[in-house]
């Protein structure tokens, strides 16, 4: 194997990538992790001209050594971004650099995106014992990965964008994960197993929200904090879009794939809100009526003849008149549905068509 | 006083006593007081009678068992015998439903009349994890409406894992006009139009708590929905989990108008900048969660800076600080002058490095409770070893979750505050690397312990300087902590941990089992061995049908065990419940994952009086 020329850390690097494969299954009690001598093994890589070295007296050619396990950990890096965590591309504007967007080597883009930046304390200081970083646990075998050039740093980044949102996916759909097939690398970190390590969700995602500064290109890539909010949820196969109606503060959900035209939404919603708008009226009213006030059928939704209005807001934000376009249309750029009474629709231009798109800047509630 | 209540009353009250007896459940229904006849035939022959001596017993009962709180001790005396049952039944204020499908709503309040506060529990944990499709059940929905006809007077509700929905709150602020307390923990379904309405409407409103809680965002204001005029009694406002933004204003006055509060949690948009606003209007606080602990984004509004660290100097009553939820390190300084009181230190979202906790932490003299991410790295522990030596509950969460990531902490942290940290009686401890030595050092140095999870992330892995399983280090934990009630196992282990559980774990009531053991006997050590075991949570380990029968004697003095993608069969799984007619077995199909058709996915089974559950999702099978 090709660790005979390196220190003793190799062959335990080495055992490790072929036997994760079978990890579930294979429990093999020769692995060895060699702690110990992991932690005589300081290893530092960075951007060129700073304070990082490479400790390793036994190693030759240690430029080239560190260019080809850069690039092999960035793949590595990147089949391991199936794992549950979010990955930390928007870090701690404190205190780390954002590799992605320097234009050096390719020391310089892969190790900050995937170690924790808070790593960057263990770093200042060598008599620190350090791990090895995740992306070294990798055999140096360069000719079964390709050697990244330098243009490739941008890839790395839209790479990652890709993993970020296919991750996103995946998490929302609580599916069994599996690793992103990346054509272009050889070995992969264990496949990921739903709920392990247990730990719940919204601390996952620690790593995606702990920064202040988040840096310019990855304002697509992983949806910021504020994005996290999700007006529309997939649970299982149904579209749920929340609708809420002027006068009742309890909004409601619908499953937009119940429904497959206008009519049916519209007496799905004054099925919904008819009871609710009843009581509300009856309490508005002091109660002084009897309870069992009579429920009004809630109609003429979409043509504007009824007392209320559905309208809803499409994902750009817009306010627009539900049945204008045609219902599949709808049912693909639909965020959220209101249903507004119709004498205050007057005062606002609505638009009923996309051409002629006029924000409302009425009060949400 | 012990003597059977069949012999003493008069006549026309046995045939209420004898229907009594026939309940097997002992379900004290309907009989109310002393002396008073149960519902049923009989009661035109009722006239005015002299209260028979064993009423006056009743009576003193009944003030006495007034002071019994705890429910362990209120279960033991109402075993005693009716009348004790019955009292008892009157007398418990505080109910408690550790499985919301053990016992329906209506059977819990005709036996326990006059409750003023409720706790119940739902869905099983491992479902917090996504191992089980959603939508499983655990409605608050029938339990609130049977209260509101049942409790008028309802003060508390404390619901952990239930799915709430907003006509839920809604009729929760609508029924009961005393309430004080609502604490969500790690409940769904709910928004904030549902929280507007609990904060519009409970006017009595002391504690509103939401902790792990998902809450959708409805766009409604809900901070605002408070009662604008006069003072609010609220003591406590916790709201770190609510993932949207609030009305700061709204907030502000709010505090202002609240002068009893003593807890107040925020959530991660509001900005350190607003976060100085409040705490400088309520000194008086006990418990503070800092929100995002950072600078507001978006447009630099030129935030003047504060003196946040005379700020902090003067809440003298702080002793339990979280959030930090976006740290800015630099901001880190000004929490120094509440260390010295601190108890409660929350730091689990707080993305730093060791210097950056020492800078903290070495004036943490009184800490008891500590909460940290794995940034801080071994040395942070050791700091922390070196300092509290009052600690008691010490949680080290991963900040990368991955089974290959890197690992800041291992069995150095371990060992360090096993040295340091003598009191410990509380641990959770993710990390890659662990090896048996300080897993036994820990068993050693920490006899206290009561708790002990450890989650080493990568699976079945051996320890790393001697190859072995970790079958010794937990063996030594079940050894020497006397006291040790939970257990949660990780790491590469035989059917010999579970036999070390099963012969010491004597005490142990929780065990969370995943990835380990070789064979049926590890599960049947720990079911025939463990006497008080009540929850156990199974995954991915081979455990099969015959394991599973060797719980047979055991599984009524459950509260739940939970098996997944282990190698149970649904004949297995069948027997069990043809066996154990009062067991619920319900087998789970995760429909994402791909299975072998014979195999059953999620076997979920709990003792329950009432059948199968009439609300079950279509995924789930209940076998009988």
């Known amino acids: 194997m090709e660790g005979s020329s390196r220190n003793e850390v190799c062959p335990q690097l080495l055992d490790l990538i072929p036997k994760e494969r079978d990890w579930p299954v294979n429990r093999d009690g020769e692995r060895r992790h060699g702690l110990s001598e992991e932690n005589k093994l300081e290893l530092r890589l960075g951007p060129p001209g700073e304070d990082w070295s490479v400790i390793d007296s036994t190693r030759k050619n240690q430029r080239e050594r560190s260019e080809s396990l850069l690039s092999l950990g960035y793949f590595s890096s990147v089949a391991s971004m199936t794992h549950a965590a979010a990955i930390n591309t928007k870090s701690n504007g404190s205190q780390t650099q954002m590799f992605c967007s320097s234009e050096n080597s390719v020391g310089a883009v892969l190790p900050s995106p995937w170690s924790s930046s808070a790593y960057q304390g263990k770093k200042q200081h060598n008599q620190q014992k350090a791990n090895a970083p995740s992306f070294l646990q990798l055999p140096p075998t360069p000719q079964s990965m390709p050697v990244m050039p330098q243009e490739a740093s941008q890839t790395c980044c839209t790479n990652v964008v890709d993993l970020q949102s296919a991750e996103k996916k995946i998490f929302s759909t609580s599916s069994a994960m599996t690793a992103v097939p990346n054509s272009s690398q050889k070995r992969t970190a264990p496949a990921p197993v739903v709920g392990w390590p247990p730990i719940r969700s919204f601390r996952k995602n620690l790593a995606s929200t702990s920064s202040s500064k988040p840096p310019p290109e990855s304002q697509n890539a992983v949806p910021d904090k504020v994005a996290s909010k999700k007006p529309i949820e997939t649970c299982g196969r149904g579209l749920f879009v929340k609708i809420n109606m002027d006068g009742v503060p309890i909004g409601r959900k619908v499953d937009l794939k119940a429904y497959d035209s206008y009519e049916k939404l519209s007496s799905a919603v004054d099925e919904l809100f008819r009871a609710l708008l009843a009581a509300q009226r009856d309490s508005s009213a002091g109660g002084i009526q009897n309870k069992k006030e009579e429920e009004k059928e809630i109609t003429g939704l979409l043509d504007g003849s009824g007392e209320y209005t559905l309208v809803y807001e499409d994902n750009e934000g817009d306010r627009m008149l539900v049945g204008d376009v045609p219902w599949h249309m709808f049912v693909s750029t639909v965020k959220r549905l209101r249903v507004l009474k119709s004498s205050e629709l007057s005062a606002l231009s609505l638009c009923s068509s996309k051409q002629e798109k006029v924000l409302l800047n009425s009060p949400m509630n | ?624």
């Open chain 2, 1 to 624: 006083m012990s003597e059977d209540d069949d012999r003493s009353p008069p006549l026309d009250l046995r045939g209420a006593d004898i229907a009594e007896s026939s309940n097997k459940t002992r379900n004290c229904s309907g009989v109310s007081g002393s002396g008073v006849p149960g519902p049923g035939p009989g009661p035109s022959s009722m006239e005015f009678q002299a209260p028979y001596p064993d009423q006056v017993l009743e009576n003193v009962l009944e003030n006495v068992l007034q002071f019994l709180s705890s429910r362990r001790d209120r279960n033991a005396a109402s075993l005693v015998c009716k009348s004790w049952c019955r009292v008892e039944a009157l007398t418990r204020s505080e109910l408690f439903i550790g499985n919301c499908y053990s016992v329906s709503p209506r059977r819990a309040t005709v036996r326990f009349a006059r409750v003023r506060s409720v706790a119940i529990k739902g869905r099983p944990r491992f479902a917090d994890f996504n191992l089980m499709p959603p939508d499983w059940g655990a409605h608050f929905a029938p339990w609130v409406a049977a209260m509101a006809s049942a409790y008028p007077w309802l003060e508390k509700v404390y619901l952990k894992r239930m799915s709430v929905t907003d006509d839920d709150l809604a009729v929760l602020a609508e029924s009961f006009p005393s309430f004080k307390e609502l604490v969500l923990v790690c409940c769904d379904g709910f928004g904030t139009s549902g929280l507007a309405i609990v904060a519009s409407k409970c006017r009595q409103l002391r504690v509103l708590d939401l902790i792990e809680s998902e809450v959708a965002d409805d766009d409604m204001d809900w901070i605002a929905c408070f009662p604008e005029n006069g003072t609010t009694c609220l003591e406590s406002l916790i709201f770190d989990c609510v993932e949207c933004p609030i009305n700061f204003e709204a907030l502000e006055r709010l505090v202002a108008r609240s002068p009893s509060l003593k807890k107040l949690r925020l959530n991660r948009f509001v900005s350190i900048g607003q976060l100085y606003r409040l705490v400088v209007r309520s000194p008086q606080l006990t418990h503070l969660g800092t929100g995002s602990f950072s600078a507001a984004e978006g447009p630099a509004q030129g935030e003047p800076e504060h003196d946040y660290l005379s700020a902090f100097a003067a809440c003298k009553s702080l002793v339990c600080l979280s959030g930090f939820r976006e740290i800015l390190p630099d901001y880190l300084p000004a929490i120094r002058p509440v260390c010295a009181n601190l108890t409660s230190l929350n730091f689990s979202y707080a993305n730093i490095n060791a210097e950056q906790l020492k800078s903290v932490v070495l004036h943490c003299h009184k800490l008891q409770s500590f909460w940290v991410l794995d940034s801080i790295c071994d040395e942070g522990l050791q700091a922390v070893a070196s300092t509290c030596k009052d600690l008691r509950e010490l949680r080290v969460f991963p900040f990368d979750a991955r089974e290959d990531s890197e690992g800041p902490v291992s069995e150095v942290g371990l060992q360090a505050i096993s040295e340091g940290c003598r009191k410990l009686q509380s641990i959770l401890y993710f990390c890659q690397h662990m090896t048996n030595a300080a897993v036994v050092a820990m068993s050693q140095n920490c006899p206290e312990l009561e708790v002990f999870r450890l989650c080493i992330m990568g699976r079945h892995r051996p320890d790393p300087v001697t190859g072995q399983p970790m079958d010794e280090g937990f063996g030594a934990i079940v050894r020497n902590c006397k006291m040790l009630t939970r257990l949660a196992v990780s790491g590469l282990l035989t059917d010999r941990a579970f036999g070390y559980i099963g012969k010491y774990g004597k005490l142990v009531r929780t065990l969370s089992v995943a990835f380990a053991g070789d064979s049926d006997m590890g599960l049947k050590y720990v079911l025939e061995g463990c006497p008080r075991l009540q929850k156990l949570e199974i995954r991915d380990s081979p455990f099969g049908d015959a394991a599973l029968r060797s719980g047979l004697h055991h599984y009524y003095n459950m509260r739940f065990l939970w098996m997944s993608s282990c190698r149970l069969s649904p004949q297995g799984c069948q027997g069990i419940a043809r066996e154990l007619p009062r067991l619920v077995v319900e087998v789970i199909r995760d429909e994402v994952a791909e299975h072998k058709d014979d195999a059953v996915d999620i076997l979920y089974m709990y003792r329950s009086l009432e059948g199968p559950r009439d609300d079950a999702p279509r995924f789930v099978t209940i076998l009988q």
